[in-house]
């Protein structure tokens, strides 16, 4: 099985949007309380520091799963391997386990730097390769560019929102989704059903909300800064949600309560 998809790389620690020293007492945290997935990005400015981080922690690299995105202004034939270079340098590695695209171009012509990301992978700067926030129409696409496995979608994926559409699509060409906003940047917590229906299990709303995304078959990446929070979210495999306790939370997806909008995100394809 993939690196990416063995059984304690379904739960990475997403950095966004932390830097300087407190992204690396958080990484420092995360990898403490067992995490050995981590995700950052060139958007983000914290490779050095994540880096950083790993390097301090002491886990051996090959226990480690590395996913970092390539900025779109570096999408050009001329700037792309150089960026990976340049992330690789910051984050103190030879190659990245995961190297997705942080987005689709403006345009919307992913082919060029889908054939990119594979000459990435080709020439040994990432063992493995994906996107982020591709429609079901790009994934088609993605799968008919490259010659090497799409490894995942990094997209919103919350109980507020409705994407069984794109969760479906996504399996049909074999691409595995994994979770930003896992939370739904706290507006979960507005909602009083997780928290009920945590009592059940001795677990905490977020733990709720984690381990249903876990159950619809989609990988998680999630953040903190505070050291009992990091290691709840990853306290995630002791528990199963009921069938019952599954279709009360997937009423709430009803909501429609999607964070990344063309108003926070000129750039945003049309959503599925």
């Not at 709840?232 to 199963?240: I, K, S």
Request: charged share 20%; proline share 5%.
């Amino acid at each position: 099985m993939n690196i990416y998809f063995q059984k304690n790389h379904q739960r990475a620690f997403g950095t966004y949007p932390l830097t300087g020293e407190v992204a690396h007492n958080a990484i420092l945290a995360a990898a403490e309380a067992g995490y050995r997935a981590f995700d950052t990005a060139q958007m983000y400015g914290n490779e050095a520091e994540t880096g950083a981080a790993l390097k301090a922690a002491g886990v051996a690299r090959e226990d480690i799963c590395i996913t970092t995105k390539v900025h779109p202004d570096n999408f050009g034939a001329d700037k792309f391997i150089p960026s990976v270079e340049q992330s690789l340098k910051d984050l103190q590695i030879d190659y990245v386990d995961v190297l997705l695209l942080h987005w689709p171009p403006e345009g919307g012509d992913v082919a060029p730097s889908l054939r990119l990301l594979e000459q990435a992978q080709n020439q040994g700067l990432a063992r493995n390769v994906g996107v982020s926030n591709y429609t079901i129409a790009m994934m088609k696409t993605a799968v008919a560019t490259v010659d090497v496995p799409i490894v995942t979608n990094q997209v919103e994926f919350h109980p507020l929102l409705n994407q069984d559409r794109l969760l479906a699509g996504a399996s049909e060409v074999g691409i595995p989704l994994s979770s930003y906003s896992s939370v739904a940047r706290g507006e979960v917590f507005k909602h009083p059903e997780f928290a009920d229906i945590g009592k059940g299990y001795g677990k905490s709303a977020a733990q709720v909300v984690l381990r249903w995304i876990l159950q619809k078959g989609v990988s998680i990446n999630t953040m903190s800064t505070k050291p009992e929070n990091i290691r709840a979210n990853y306290d995630l495999m002791d528990f199963t949600l009921s069938h019952v306790d599954m279709a009360r939370i997937e009423k709430l997806t009803h909501t429609g309560y999607r964070i990344v909008t063309e108003d926070l995100v000129p750039w945003a394809p049309t959503w599925d």
